[in-house]
């Protein structure tokens, strides 16, 4: 199915491609034994070519490597199984499972019901001049075309027809339709061949690309002779891995890594490499691996034929791709494919036959960690671009590896022991290891003072992002990663920076909704009226009514009444309360705790934080909700408080020094449970929208964030909120319990309730105004301290 220029290929008789497409439901192809022992295979149709290969020395006698005097175009590839050929019938619609070749046309039965609409263009032949053909696949062809309008008008282009009648399953269309949106988002890689549309008529489908002339890889090689010298080898790999470095931080494995799938811009010699075909590319989500047995045998990956595999499978492909451009052979080569399956699970590939001994140390060195059976071991395309034998060359550019955001998630939720065995481990690290290091921590934004930031950390993944990268999900990595702070990695900032933030960021928020909170004070004191009580006291209804009567009859300023105490309450209590969390939340884990606090101790930090600030910043609640307690008077009565310090200085002169403190205990419980709600559910539903698809870390988030603190919040502290402000406007309760008592007699249960519209309206658009403030005022500080 891949894209190739060139003659068109006429396999000889008897002889099919080495390719393998094999699914779940073919476990009897390749099934594990259950003593995990190496996997059994069935017997194999012998190869139809001639015995005329001499085999060259290898570490199994039985896997001889190809002999460079018999590698010819097209590598002769052994008969494939039975089984195989049959699957492959049945994949693609055949009626008749025992032919030799896949039929064609109207020789393959349509399959009702399938929906074969793509929603590609449908005016292919008015936009293209369709030539020759210049390659056939298993699933379609490729011809020349010229553009007759448009952009491409009179430039040659590639196009792909793919035959619906051929898609006669619902997974053929489906890889049909995945391939061309995974072209359509990858396009514009230098080394990945153009996309540049798809169409689609009655009867084909034809995905317009990028024409390359140069030829395939396989062709320069046997032009070679064979094989490339260290350095031309070297042009063509760091080639190779920069095109399937891009495609693996998408999160997009190619599955058909081969010299067959990589094209020549032109015939010139300093030509770029492209990457072609995408038939079998596939998606890998973060902790998934993929089972199906796809791709070429003799470039098939160890883990790929035990059914559970990712990325690492390409590399293994292209440690085959390296091996044959330095030596001219295979690594693993066989008659028969389970003959080549058995090496690929059990021998080693020679490195004792010329021209291995005249090679350098890093070129064999670097072949080696490409072809490590284990896929742990194996170098990343990242890592691959960092080996010595690859530094220094001039195309050589490290690309952000997403195995470091894998890395970095499980070193965080790791064991305090674990943590500390990797720093020890971590002084071991060789100078390669630590250049590769060097160069992704770099990328990923540290400040002047050698931190990274959790946004630097999550930014450095999206501004890579394509829709592949969101199809395949790579963008959890980031997103999953805990929420919580933990120590300069995840909070940079000082004690002071953080109390500074936050004082400023409450105190923003108290100047922007005091006016709410005037309304709800009034709400929450007002009483049920009695029938010739003589009070005369106005009649609040609904937050906009109380901030309409409050207006009217006392003036727009009384709506801020309370507001000097109010910053001063503020300043101390949203300063103390957030600005303590981290040190009492490490307090109550440990300072050596990896990994995500647990929700129950964050609550119990909370609490703590928000009681210690509240008792501390009593005086100033206390006063502000005298202030705003006070209504319209009558003609002629003074007012009790002129102002701020005239409210402190004449409770302390009538009531004593400790009236300041009057209500300090339901005061605790209310801010406790409170500051508890809000900086927990906040995270916590912060935490929750990261982890859905589209989000990020931005101001919409901490709205959505802020809404939900507030409202749970308000859902648990409006109880205790209705006690403290009649304790505290009211002299007439004696203490916390004969307040909450009396209410629930004379006013009943949904007294504790009053107002919890108005409260909602305050606290929520408190919690929005404050930690969408917050956020940025940390952001400020973080900059400004780093600097």
């Known amino acids: 199915m891949g894209l190739c220029y060139g003659k068109p290929i006429e396999p000889p008789k008897n002889i099919v491609d080495n390719s393998i497409i094999l699914d779940e439901k073919d476990e009897q192809t390749f099934s594990r034994p259950s003593n995990g022992k190496t996997p059994k295979f069935p017997f194999y149709s012998p190869s139809p070519l001639p015995s005329l290969f001499k085999t060259s020395p290898a570490n199994s006698s039985s896997v001889p490597s190809t002999p460079l005097r018999f590698l010819k175009r097209p590598f002769p590839p052994p008969s494939p199984a039975k089984h195989i050929k049959a699957l492959l019938l049945r994949?693609?619609?055949?009626?008749?499972?025992?032919?030799?070749t896949i039929p064609e046309g109207s020789e393959c039965e349509v399959t009702i019901g399938l929906d074969k609409n793509f929603g590609f263009l449908k005016n292919f032949s008015s936009c293209y001049e369709i030539g020759e053909e210049v390659g056939r696949g298993h699933f379609g062809y490729t011809c020349s075309a010229k553009g007759k309008k448009g952009s491409l008008k009179g430039q040659d282009v590639a196009v792909k027809v793919i035959p619906k009648s051929k898609m006669t399953t619902a997974i053929a269309i489906e890889d049909v339709r995945r391939e061309v949106k995974m072209l359509r988002a990858l396009t514009g890689h230098k080394n990945l061949v153009q996309f540049y549309d798809a169409y689609e008529d009655e009867e084909n489908v034809y995905v317009v690309m990028e024409l390359c002339k140069g030829g395939e890889l396989l062709d320069r090689i046997l032009s070679r002779g064979g094989k490339y010298s260290e350095e031309d080898a070297k042009i063509v790999i760091v080639q190779i891995l920069n095109v399937v470095a891009y495609c693996h931080l998408q999160g997009v494995v190619h599955r058909d890594l081969k010299p067959e799938n990589f094209l020549f811009t032109t015939k010139d010699e300093h030509s770029p490499l492209k990457a072609i075909d995408f038939g079998l590319s596939d998606y890998v989500k973060p902790d998934e691996r993929l089972n199906d047995i796809v791709g070429s045998a003799?470039?098939?990956?160890?883990?790929?034929?035990?059914?559970s595999y990712g990325t690492e499978a390409d590399m293994w492909s292209i440690g085959v791709?390296?091996?044959?451009l330095l030596c001219g052979s295979r690594p693993f080569w066989s008659r028969t494919e389970s003959g080549i399956f058995r090496a690929v699970l059990?021998?080693?590939?020679?490195?004792?036959?010329?021209?291995?001994?005249?090679l350098s140390r890093d070129a064999i060195d670097f072949v080696k960690r490409l072809l490590n059976k284990d896929y742990r071991k194996r170098l990343t395309a990242a890592q691959a671009l960092s080996h010595p034998w690859l530094v220094g060359h001039h195309d050589v550019k490290i690309p952000l590896d997403t195995i470091i955001y894998k890395l970095v998630?499980?070193?965080?939720?790791?064991?305090?022991?674990?943590?500390?065995?990797?720093?020890?481990?971590?002084?071991?690290l060789t100078i390669p290891q630590l250049a590769y290091l060097r160069e992704q921590f770099t990328m990923l934004g540290p400040s002047k003072s050698g931190f990274i930031s959790l946004q630097n950390f999550k930014l450095a993944m999206t501004k890579n992002s394509t829709d592949a990268m969101k199809d395949s999900r790579v963008l959890d990595y980031v997103n999953v990663l805990p929420m919580a702070d933990h120590g300069k990695a995840k909070s940079d900032i000082s004690f002071a920076g953080t109390f500074a933030s936050s004082a400023f960021s409450a105190c923003f928020a108290e100047i922007c909704t005091i006016p709410l909170d005037t309304a709800k004070v009034r709400l929450q004191l007002q009483k049920k009226a009695v029938a010739g009580d003589g009070?005369?006291?106005?009649?609040?209804?609904?937050?906009?009514?109380?901030?309409?009567?409050?207006?009217?009859?006392e003036g727009l300023s009384a709506l801020w009444k309370g507001i000097v105490p109010g910053l001063h309450r503020q300043c101390l209590y949203g300063g103390l309360r957030i600005g303590l969390y981290e040190p009492v939340k490490t307090l109550y884990v440990g300072k050596d705790h990896v990994g995500d606090v647990p929700l129950s101790k964050k609550i119990l930090a909370a609490l703590t934080t928000g009681g210690v600030a509240i008792a501390?910043?009593?005086?100033?609640?206390?006063?502000?909700?005298?202030?705003?307690?006070?209504?319209?008077?009558?003609?002629?009565?003074?007012?009790?408080?002129?102002?701020?310090?005239?409210?402190?200085?004449?409770?302390?002169r009538q009531e004593g020094v400790t009236a300041l403190w009057t209500g300090l205990g339901p005061n605790i419980a209310r801010n406790a449970i409170i500051n508890a709600a809000e900086l927990a559910s906040y995270d916590q539903v912060k935490q929750t929208i990261l982890k859905i698809p589209g989000f990020?870390?931005?101001?919409?988030?901490?709205?959505?964030?802020?809404?939900?603190?507030?409202?749970?919040?308000?859902?648990?502290?409006?109880?205790?909120?209705?006690v403290k402000s009649r304790m505290m406007g009211d002299s007439a309760y004696k203490s916390t319990l004969d307040c909450f008592v009396k209410t629930l007699k004379n006013d009943g249960p949904l007294a504790f309730y009053k107002g919890f519209i108005p409260n909602f309206g305050r606290l929520g658009s408190w919690n929005v105004i404050m930690f969408l403030t917050l956020e940025q005022a940390k952001k400020f500080v973080r900059n400004l301290e780093s600097s």
Do not use: M
């Open 616 to 652: 501390v910043a009593n005086p100033t609640d206390l006063v502000k909700v005298r202030l705003q307690a006070e209504g319209k008077l009558p003609p002629g009565v003074p007012r009790r408080y002129s102002g701020a310090l005239s409210a402190y200085s004449t409770i302390v």
């Open 321 to 324: 791709i390296a091996y044959i």
């Open 696 to 722: 990020s870390d931005n101001v919409f988030t901490h709205l959505l964030a802020g809404l939900g603190a507030g409202f749970f919040a308000v859902c648990i502290g409006s109880p205790v909120d209705v």
């Open 346 to 358: 059990k021998a080693d590939p020679s490195f004792d036959e010329a021209p291995w001994p005249d």
């Open 298 to 307: 003799y470039y098939v990956a160890p883990e790929v034929l035990h059914r």
């Open 91 to 100: 994949r693609h619609g055949s009626i008749k499972p025992n032919e030799a």
């Open 535 to 553: 009070l005369g006291l106005p009649k609040y209804r609904g937050l906009l009514g109380t901030v309409g009567t409050i207006a009217r009859e």
């Open 409 to 428: 998630k499980a070193y965080i939720c790791s064991s305090s022991l674990r943590k500390a065995a990797l720093g020890a481990l971590a002084k071991t």
